[in-house]
């Protein structure tokens, strides 16, 4: 969900672009990181775990962490977190048979 | 490519550093992974009494403004792989700069509390959901539960409460070998009775009116209603511990159980629905890149751990590698600011641009006073501990 | 005073490994200045491979060590993920099809079963190689290890025999008298002990100077790419060509490449690679220049494109201790008695560690039960 009417910050304008996670189109706004994006969806699942393929999301926000790491238009190990949406990108969530050398 | 001066990190420092030295003729490139310079300037929003709203984010833009007026070549989303001798940094997109100076300004990261449960999507670092409230403007959950009783955590609570989200109370973290003190209320409260003269918000001015002497803190914690009290609609539960973070394939719920004065367990377990937990850990400086580059570090506790060792002007113990910021220890933006001034000037200096050396000692006193002045601190006993690296520092260069 | 009846140098992958033999007989102390296995034996490849090393005696010795180690992780009670992977030595070049052809034969003859494959069937067994390559050889015979945990498993065993192990402990001087070792000074403090074991791996030449021995080990540098986890990918080891022909270095073989570069490239069980590698003489220095890693990485993409797509998280250097023959000094030095040389591995030390405990055990104890495989070993006074 977003924050709209903040009491304190300016409202943030931005055009919307559209990007496919996991093969369903969504709405993002220009300028705006993968992870951010999602999460206005209510998607927190970014990737899987290799050995024990447990859930992952979001955990430090700022790239150290590595958790939030997700196949970006055929490249692995891209960070959600840092990482701006561009138009029509296409993104899968990370797990073993995603991985493609 | 070659430059003057090669910055890593831009967040205040950093951008501080840039702009002093770039005014004086230095030729500077500045790096940072993120897509945008700012760093962790674009979270930050608390009400400062004397100035008005903090927002970090219009600090960010007016310094980001001016080092693209002074012509600053930016390398962003990319990370630094290496710095190679006599210096030059190696890029993730392949790409060297050879810079005659370095300052390694790259910050702090926040520690973790290993909690059953942690790694499930739903639970992040506070700094995360700082930046998704304030910067992003996406709620990091609907109703959130924040794990850890600090001056950084008390404060996105605010934030969080302005953007209204609904946060269903502040808790201590499960005591364990890596909590330390951040479990155990009476520990606790006295460590946050430090911060009583620098209060940003409601929260942490109810415990300044509650805990100004040892008597009424020794009280305050046996008197601690169950139900925790609430400040601007958020329950601070002094008294309970999160012991566990439940969920299949992201957060459902928290367990919690109440605590005695030393946090040890001592009450029934109870669950609470959430969809996102925050933990605050606390920070400490990032130093991966000045060890990389061959820096010599020393262990902290009142900087905030690990930190290279550096001089008066910020020069580490390789010859030509400054440092500014965070990585230095953990204090506010502003001192940030104030060091990434100094190691501007004193870089310039070094390479006979600066006309008027006075300006160094000036901008030296600025660090300290901007360290006295600060209006959210950290770490209680910050300025012991840059005596100390000041000692360390003579120490070695005795050796 | 303190006493021992032998002190090992060393907390790298040999000193432990001679240290838990020796202490089955003996109360050993085991001094380390650093941490165990932070030196050589913690910056190096997972690779035993054993068609790579020169046909005769070094493949003799290396079959021996080969066969301790298939019962090592039951004797040594713990996981050191060692695995019967086989190996492969990856063609590139035309020309050094030829001088693997005789390679092979050579090896096999040595009763080393090494098959020569074309590029064919190699892709079948590795599906990542390019599809520029010239053939393979492949053994069954070659194996694997995780260096880390086998140095970590050989110093627990130690402990649990009774080794008291000792680190940031640095050995200043040795004691001798009338030709014999009599003590150990170390910065902190004295030990009396008859037996002093030189595994000091390429450090060995400093200590052998304590007792005035002429030692010619001198560090080869050697650096290793360290990716992020990935889904398997490798199976067992893989070399080139390019690698035997710079780890030999024979004339026949061609001028050494850059860095000396050649591919070793494994994958641990958490799915990390392992890229390697470079080796060079430059002395202890740790300063690399970014085109020695952009070197070592370009070599192993030309053999296997897809580490294109994979990130490289760290690199290391580690320091070979090298003779110059291409095989380790296990002896008693002539002269000094009770100061024994177990160093000089170069890249061999994960290979050879299991074979060096027993060779050492058995040397100082007299016996003769070894004597073909230390003959060749000796060192050698000019």
Not at chain 2, 18 to 41: F, H, Q
């Amino acid at each position: 969900m977003r924050i709209s009417n903040h009491p304190v910050l300016e409202n943030t304008a931005g055009d919307e672009i559209e990007f496919t996670f996991d093969g369903k189109k969504y709405l993002a706004k220009q300028g705006e990181t993968i992870a951010a994006a999602l999460l206005a969806h209510n998607i927190r699942i970014l990737r899987y775990s290799m050995k024990e393929k447990r859930p992952r999301g979001i955990y430090c926000g700022i790239g150290h962490c590595y958790e939030c790491r997700v196949l970006l238009d055929g490249q692995v190990s891209v960070r959600a977190c840092l990482t701006r949406v561009r138009d029509n990108m296409t993104i899968v969530s990370e797990r073993e048979d995603s991985n493609e050398f | 490519m070659n430059f003057d001066l090669v910055i890593i990190g831009a967040g205040p420092a950093g951008m501080s550093a840039a702009i002093k030295a770039a005014e004086n003729g230095v030729s500077v490139a500045i790096i940072d992974e993120n897509p945008e310079v700012g760093g962790k300037l674009l979270g930050q929003l608390y009400k400062d009494s004397k100035s008005g709203w903090w927002i970090g984010q219009k600090i960010a833009d007016e310094l980001g403004k001016k080092l693209t007026d002074l012509n600053i070549a930016f390398f962003l989303e990319e990370q630094v792989c290496g710095i190679f001798p006599r210096w030059e940094v190696l890029l993730s997109s392949g790409e060297r700069l050879h810079g005659k100076y370095i300052i390694i300004a790259t910050g702090a990261a926040e520690k973790a509390l290993p909690i059953p449960g942690w790694t499930l999507p739903g639970v992040m670092a506070i700094g995360a959901a700082q930046m998704l409230t304030n910067y992003h403007r996406v709620k990091p959950g609907e109703k959130i539960a924040i794990i850890g009783i600090d001056p950084l955590s008390l404060t996105i609570a605010y934030d969080m409460r302005l953007a209204g989200i609904h946060v269903v109370g502040i808790y201590l973290p499960k005591k364990s070998e890596f909590s330390h003190m951040k479990a155990e209320p009476k520990q606790l409260i006295s460590y946050l009775s430090n911060f009583v003269h620098v209060l940003p918000n409601p929260f942490l001015k109810l415990f300044g009116k509650m805990l100004k002497y040892p008597v009424i803190q020794n009280l305050a914690i046996t008197y601690y209603p169950s139900f925790g009290i609430k400040v601007f609609g958020v329950p601070l539960h002094i008294r309970k511990a999160v012991v566990e973070i439940v969920g299949e394939n992201q957060v459902d719920a928290i367990k919690v159980e109440k605590v005695d004065k030393n946090g040890s367990a001592n009450g029934k377990m109870e669950e609470v629905t959430v969809d996102c937990v925050c933990i605050s850990g606390g920070l400490y400086p990032l130093g991966e890149i000045a060890r990389v580059a061959g820096c010599e570090f020393a262990y902290l506790e009142e900087v905030g751990g690990y930190v290279p060792l550096h001089n008066e002007n910020l020069e580490t113990t390789q010859a030509g590698i400054f440092t500014a910021g965070n990585i230095t220890g953990i204090e506010g933006a502003n001192v940030a600011i104030e060091q990434g001034n100094l190691v501007g000037l004193v870089i310039s200096d070094r390479l006979g641009l600066l006309k008027n050396s006075k300006e160094i000692i000036k901008a030296k006193k600025k660090v300290l006073l901007a360290r006295e002045e600060a209006v959210i601190s950290f770490q209680p006993q910050i300025e012991i501990g840059k005596e100390k690296i000041a000692e360390l520092w003579n120490k070695r260069m005795n050796e | 005073m303190e006493t021992a009846d032998a002190v090992v140098i060393g907390g790298g992958v040999i000193g432990t490994s001679v240290a838990y033999r020796l202490a089955k007989e003996r109360k050993v102390i085991l001094l380390e200045r650093k941490e165990i296995g932070g030196q050589t034996s913690g910056n190096c490849d997972k690779a035993i491979i054993l068609q790579s090393k020169k046909p005769g005696f070094p493949i003799k010795l290396a079959k021996a060590s080969r066969r301790i180690y298939d019962q090592l992780e039951e004797e040594l009670e713990t996981s050191i993920e060692y695995n019967k992977n086989g190996g492969m030595i990856l063609i590139e070049k035309e020309e050094h099809l030829n001088f693997m052809k005789k390679f092979v034969d050579r090896q096999n003859k040595a009763g080393l079963r090494v098959k020569l494959i074309d590029a064919k069937e190699a892709k079948a067994f590795q599906p990542y190689l390019s599809d520029n390559l010239v053939g393979a050889t492949y053994s069954t015979e070659d194996a694997e290890v995780n260096p880390l945990l086998l140095t970590q498993a050989f110093s627990r065993a130690a402990r649990r025999s009774g080794v008291d192990i000792r680190l940031y402990t640095e050995v200043v001087g040795i004691d001798c008298q009338n030709g014999r070792v009599v003590g150990v000074k170390t910065d902190r403090g004295y030990i009396s002990t008859e037996l002093v074991i030189n595994a000091a791996g390429p450090f060995a030449g400093e200590i052998a100077e304590m007792v005035g021995v002429p030692l010619t080990i001198i560090p080869r540098r050697g650096v290793i790419l360290i990716s992020e986890k990935v889904p398997p990918m490798i199976h067992g080891n893989i070399l080139c060509s390019q690698y035997i022909a710079a780890k030999h270095q024979s004339e026949e073989y061609g001028k050494a490449p850059p860095f000396g570069i050649g591919l070793s490239l494994g994958q641990t069980d958490s799915g990390n690679l392992l890229i390697g590698g470079s080796r060079e003489f430059t002395g202890y220095n740790k300063e690399i220049n970014p085109e020695l890693l952009a070197s070592i990485a370009s070599h192993a993409i030309r053999m296997v494109p897809s580490l294109g797509n994979v990130q490289i998280i760290r690199s290391m250097i580690g320091f070979r201790p090298f003779t110059g023959n291409g095989l380790p000094i296990i002896d008693e030095v002539p002269g000094v008695q009770g100061f024994v040389i177990a160093a000089g591995h170069e890249g061999d030390g994960i290979a050879l560690a299991p074979i060096t405990g027993i060779l050492v055990a058995s040397l100082v104890a007299g016996e003769s039960n070894y004597k073909d495989l230390l003959e060749p070993l000796k060192l050698k006074t000019e």
